[in-house]
């Protein structure tokens, strides 16, 4: 059984950055993030594979990076550059492939909440 811890998250104005981490109990292939906007469907926003394999949603390329410590099996999503429409639930998710439907996912985190102001 895999459970997953968030922290970070919270308010910041368009343009600003913020950090999120998770940390994993248990062993798993890989870790990433999901977001759900209000009255919006869960999407895949980043994961990375044990190997250090890194995947990015569109919406996200060039703005986010995902990484990972391997110590501490703790990963990380940098968001830089956050737009209003980044605002949402994020959650942490593990050993899924990024595209995946969140119903085939069984390792969730609790979430936490992004807001971006104009």
């Known amino acids: 059984q895999v459970q997953l811890v968030e922290s970070g998250g919270g308010s910041v104005q368009a343009g600003g950055s913020l950090r999120l981490s998770c940390t994993a109990s248990g062993n798993t292939y890989s870790l990433g993030w999901f977001r759900q906007a209000h009255g919006k469907e869960r999407e895949g926003v980043a994961s990375i594979d044990s190997d250090g394999t890194t995947t990015y949603a569109d919406s996200v390329k060039g703005r986010f990076t995902i990484s990972k410590d391997n110590a501490k099996n703790t990963v990380y999503l940098q968001m830089n550059n956050l737009k209003p429409e980044d605002s949402a639930m994020y959650y942490c998710?593990?050993?899924?492939?990024?595209?995946?439907?969140?119903?085939?996912?069984?390792?969730w985190g609790q979430g936490t909440q992004v807001t971006v102001s104009s």
């Open positions: 998710a593990a050993d899924f492939v990024l595209g995946w439907s969140p119903d085939l996912i069984n390792y």
